[in-house]
Structures are given as structure tokens and as C-alpha cells.
């Protein structure tokens, strides 16, 4: 366990190898890790605190056969929720989803099973989605009466377009495998582990200094919230400050000096 966090449903630990990297797990396997009030506080805590507490990645993984299915049907039956009421609910969701994309630490998504409704929301805000073959996305709010809440509208329809999405959510329709893949729902699929893919993968972001780091996982996000103009501009700012920063300066050496590996095809 993670000493800085004394959580119930989300397991976060620190690989004793791995310096910085962080695995927090989704632990509600009885429940499908269905995110209820009190996992959503545990996730902004944790994307709160990470970026710094020094997490140099953060793959976000699950218990059990699913990921994740989304909101807590059972809670939000049982709390007979008002409008207001889920409007806070809803708040929070975007208060832990919004501290993941915008925090500046990479979070890889490790995912299997059924990636579905608010477990979309919640991939969707990750930097890095890896699949396996088991599974499966879907937004099947419409079927339950209900709209998406955590992001859905924003972060699912900018990775499949907004018909697709649309469609999704009116038709209950179910994207896995290749066809997952091409419609943009993940960048990887393998035919292994989602898990040590994703592990792999954060090894390889972590090896970047964290300012860049902390550029990729926070600018691009903001940027798309504005003006192209004003993108530009920041991107310039944020280049000033990334490019220059003094821990580069062995990185430009070493390629200065043909020492640094050079970027090449995949065999
Ligand atoms: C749950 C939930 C849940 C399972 N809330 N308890 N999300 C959905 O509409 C998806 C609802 N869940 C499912 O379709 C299926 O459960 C799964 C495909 C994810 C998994 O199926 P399966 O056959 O492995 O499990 P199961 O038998 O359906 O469920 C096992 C237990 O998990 C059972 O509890 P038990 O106490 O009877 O053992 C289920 O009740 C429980 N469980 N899913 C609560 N979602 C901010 S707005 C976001 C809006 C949404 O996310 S809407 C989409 C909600």
C-alpha cells in the first residue's frame, strides 16, 4: 500500500522497481467496481495529491473480470437522488476525472472486461488506454433511463466523434476489438496483458523528465478548450519554459554528441 493514502476502494501501491510509477486499482470486483460517492472521493484525493507527491505515472487498473461498470446503480437507487443532489454528484465526478487529465502526471489505462458507462467516463479521461481481447466498450445510459454525468458528452465524444457516440448511447451499441481500435476508443490492443502493456508503457513515459511530462498530460487537454489563437500562444509560453528547463540540457548533449538513441522505424 501507498502510505500517503489510506483508501478502501481504490488499492494504490508503488512498484519497489519501478521508482514513481504508481498502480491504483479499481477494488470493488463483487460490485463490477461500479463507482460509488465514496470511490470518486478516493480518486480526486489520489490525482490530487499525485502529481505532487512525486508519481512519475500512474497505470490505473482493475480487480476482477470488468473494469468498470459505471455509476453505482444500486447507491443511486437506494439515495433517490434530486436533481441537485446528482448535480453535485456529477461535480465530483468531474472534480476527480478533470484532476486525472489535467494534472500533469501520465495515466495509462490497464483495461478488460466492460468498460461501460461512467467506466468509459473514467477511461476516457486517462492519456493512455490499452484493451485486451475481453474487452468491451458501451454507454448504456439510454437503456437505464438515464444521460452520462462524468464527462462522457465531452471526453467520448472527442475520441469517437459525436455519432458514434450518439449512437452508442441510443442504440446500446457495443465496440470491442479491432473495430474499438479503429474507431479511436484505445491506442493499444493486445493480445496479452492489458496490465503489463500498460506497465510497459508507463516505464517508457517516466524515462521523460517530468516537466515534459507534466506539459503532454496538462496542455494539450487545456489547449483543446481554446481558441486556436490563444493555443498558440500558450503552446509558446509553455515551450519557453519546457524546452529551456536545465535537466534537458544532458538530453541535447548526449544527442549533440551522437550518443542519444535516434528515432527509428519499427522492424
Ligand atoms: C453493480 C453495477 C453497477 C454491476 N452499479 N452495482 N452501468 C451499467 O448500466 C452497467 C451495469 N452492469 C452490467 O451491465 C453488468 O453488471 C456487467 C456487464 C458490468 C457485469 O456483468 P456480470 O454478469 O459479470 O455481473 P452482474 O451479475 O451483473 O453483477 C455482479 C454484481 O455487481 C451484482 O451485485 P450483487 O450484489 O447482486 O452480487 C450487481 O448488482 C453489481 N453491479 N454493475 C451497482 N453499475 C455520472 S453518470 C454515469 C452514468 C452511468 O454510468 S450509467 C451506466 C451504468
Redesign the pocket.
Known sequence: HHPAFSFTNVTVTQDQEDDGIWVATLNRA???????AATIEELIELFSKAPRLGAKAIVLAAA???F?????????HDEDRSPAD?MH??LR?HEAFNKMEYGGVPVIAALH??V??????LASSAHVRVADESTYF????G??G???????TIRVADLVGKSRMIDMMLTGRVYQGQEAMDVGLMQYLVSGSSFDKAMELARRAAANLPLSNFAICSAVSHMQNMSALDAAYCEAVIAGVVNTQPDARARLDAFAKKTAARVRPND
Request: charged letters at 20%; proline letters at 2%.
Open positions: 463483487s460490485k463490477r467496481n461500479a463507482l460509488d476482477g473480470d470488468h468498470c461498470a459505471g455509476l453505482d446503480l444500486i447507491e443511486h446528482f454528484v456529477c465526478w472486461g466492460a461501460v458507462g461512467g467506466g468509459l467516463e458501451a454507454l448504456p445510459e437503456q437505464r438515464l444521460f452520462t454525468g462524468g464527462g462522457a
